[in-house]
Structure formats: C-alpha cells, structure tokens
C-alpha cells in the first residue's frame, strides 16, 4: 500500500494509496517463484527518501527504475507507464486494494532484475494500470523478498539500505528488539495506544504517515468501551473529525467516510515509546509507515521474526514534532481537489471546502496531479501555502495559510 503524505506538512496533505498484493481469491504461486543468483553476500545500496516513499535503485535490460521498498505490499509491482521491460505472465490475480475494492489484475514477468548488485530473476509481479502511481516510483518491491530469507537494514541518516543472506550478520547490532508476525505474507507487531488498549498493527513502508489507526474494529471499539465506564481518556485525544475521502487505492477511489483526528499522548512498541503523535483514524489497517523510520534505523530478521528499531536520539523514549492535518488533497478524475477539511482551521475560515479544486498553488498552475505533489515537495520548508481553489459552481477563492 502506498498513501502519499508529504513529511513536516502539517496543514497540507496529498493522499494517494495503492493496494497490497493480497488477493481475496488466494495468491498466484508465481508471485514468490524468483531467485536471487548471489549468496554469502553483503550488499550496501544507496537509497533515496522522497515524499515519504524509501527509493531504491533497480536497472533492467540496461534501464534505471526506482522502486518503492514497502513491506505493506507481498510482491513485486511494475507501474504499466513506466516502460519497464518484461513480458506477460499469463495469469491475472483478483486482488483488494486499501479500499476494500477488488479488481482483476494481469501478472508480468521481469527475466532479470537488478536491486543495487543483487541480480533477481524470474520476477513476477503485478502490472498496474494506476497512472498516478508513476508520480512517485516505478514500482515496488515487498516484503516477500524479505519473506524468502533476505535480512535488511534501513538507514534513512545516511540513506543505506543493507542486504544480506547471512542470518547473523547484524547480531553485534544493538537496539530494541520486539517480535512480528506474518498474515498473508506482510509484517504485524502488537503495539499499545494511550487510553485504548494493544493490537496489532501492520509495518508498511509504502505507508508516509507514522501511524494511521483503523476506525471500525479498534477506535469505535476502545470509544465504545471507555463511554460505557464514564472514561474519557481516550476519546480527549480527539482533536477533529470529518466527512471525506482521504485516499485514493489501486482499483479505485474510496467512498466518502468519516475520519477522526487524534494526538495520542504514546504509542508503544515493547520497550519503545513514541509521544505526541498525531494520527487520522480511518477503515483500514492499524499500521506503521514509513516515518516512523526518520526517527531511527530498523533491522528486519526474517530467520527469528525480529525487528531491531536503533533509535537515532539513543534513547527509548521518542517525541514526535509532527502537527495535526487540517486540510487533505486527493485526486479525482486527475484532478487535485480537497478531500477533507477541518471545519476549525485556518484554511476552512478562509473558504476551502471538500470538493474545490486546486487550480494554483504557490503561484503554480496545477494542471495534474503530479505537478502538484512535486510543487508541494519542492517548497515543503516554505513557511506558507500560498491556494488558488474553484468550488463546483465555478467561483475562484484565493487564500494564504500557514503549513
């Protein structure tokens, strides 16, 4: 799963999702038949973190492609429009994506793929179709190729990303250690929410946001429970609630539904503690995404099930800097346009409503998608938006807001 959130942006987010490979009708076999032709190897690939998503370098037939590492996801993807070589596979897989839609997909075959030196052969993987996709990667890579005994190591400081088939390799490497479990071929560990309780909750890089809590089995559940005994603990982490859509997933756009906005005061990882974090509740998984990882490295070892977070600040106790989201962009007929609002921010006051488009930003003319989430990511320091929006009956409203 891919859902774009451009990091430190606390007013503006952009919100983009793409499905896991988990099928509703069973898992092609194909999917996990490639080799990879190197063994006793350690390999050191430079990585790039853009728009929340861990690039990695991968060359086919001669051609530079970067890949999104996302563990959220157990196979390959190629993007269709990306002109990757490769041949069909034959076979189509029906499969769900984030929205609970489900689609029939073709299988392409990659004969030989190349991650930094690793050469992997006889990939098979999903073609997808979704052209916004292309704005961020070329394709993915998932954690089944963790899964098939491959330890990694994610250095977002010095932008590394280590690979090896050597299971003790990083067993002189301290950190805090909690175990996961794998469901339909990805990753989950038990974490515990402040005023609510633990469960589990996927690790999925694809994913730029920390934590995103599911809305229907764990947040109306722990809210429920707490009214029932006079406790308002958890539901006092509430910061705003909205009706909208916030993501957009590889079959099609969800339906409109209703968010909850919260600033949890912990969430905890075994030893590891992480304060301050604002999260968006909505139906989906519980899960971890990718900037959890901006605040420390993670070691991944498929041979013991284990995750070794190394914390960058050396301590188990973390604060998270990030802000509450006050206004979400999706897109709608390739078309950038707001998704949800929070009815008591700045952005609300001064006009924005779920369903203007967004014809300008920064002085900018957005004519798709793609130009707007690489304007956003170009000028993410800027200590100001500067939105040009067109409402449905043709009025134009221009505001400045701070992120």
Not at 277 to 300: M, R
Request: hydrophobic letters at 35%; glycine letters at 8%.
């Amino acid at each position: 799963m891919i859902r774009l959130y451009l990091p430190r942006l606390s007013t503006l987010i952009v919100a983009v999702c793409v499905s896991s490979c988990q099928s509703a009708f069973g898992r092609a076999k194909e999917l996990d038949l490639f080799t990879v032709e190197k063994s006793n190897f350690v390999d050191t690939i430079p990585i790039e973190y853009r728009k929340g998503q861990i690039l990695v370098p991968v060359s086919i037939d001669g051609k530079k492609f970067r890949f999104c590492l996302d563990t959220g996801t157990n196979c390959f993807v190629f993007n269709a429009d990306r002109d990757i070589p490769h041949r069909p596979a034959g076979i189509k897989e029906v499969v769900s994506d984030v929205s609970n839609l489900s689609k029939e997909h073709d299988l392409a075959r990659v004969d030989s793929l190349y991650m930094g030196n690793i050469l992997i052969k006889n990939t098979t993987g999903l073609l997808s179709q979704q052209p916004i996709f292309s704005c961020y990667n070329d394709g993915l890579i998932g954690f089944n190729l963790i899964d098939k005994g491959y330890t990694i190591k994610i250095d977002l400081q010095n932008n590394l990303l280590i690979v090896t088939d050597k299971r003790n390799f990083f067993n002189h490497e301290k950190g805090i250690c909690f175990k996961y479990i794998t469901k339909s071929g990805q990753p989950y560990f038990k974490t515990n929410i402040s005023g609510g309780g633990t469960v589990y909750s996927l690790f999925d890089t694809g994913r730029p946001t920390l934590f995103e809590m599911n809305k229907k089995e764990v947040y109306d559940f722990f809210a429920k429970r707490n009214n029932s005994k006079g406790d308002s603990d958890f539901l006092s982490q509430v910061v705003w609630s909205g009706y909208g859509v916030s993501k957009i997933g590889a079959n099609g756009v969800t339906p409109a539904e209703e968010h909850v906005f919260m600033n949890l005061r912990n969430l905890s990882i075994g030893k590891l503690t992480l304060s301050n974090v604002n999260i968006e509740v909505k139906n989906g998984f519980c899960a971890y995404g990718s900037k959890i990882l901006e605040y420390g490295s993670l070691i991944i070892n498929p041979y013991n099930h284990t995750f070794t977070f190394q914390p960058y600040n050396k301590s188990d106790r973390i604060s998270i800097d990030g802000k509450t989201t006050n206004l979400l962009f999706v897109v709608e007929n390739n078309k950038t346009v707001v998704g949800l609002v929070n009815p008591q921010s700045e952005a609300y006051m001064k006009g924005a409503r779920v369903g203007d488009e967004l014809i300008e930003i920064d002085s900018m003319s957005i004519s798709d998608f793609c130009t707007f989430s690489d304007m956003v990511w170009k000028n993410k320091d800027n200590p100001y938006y500067s939105l040009k929006l067109l409402d449905k009956s043709g009025h134009i409203k221009e505001m400045t807001i701070k992120r």
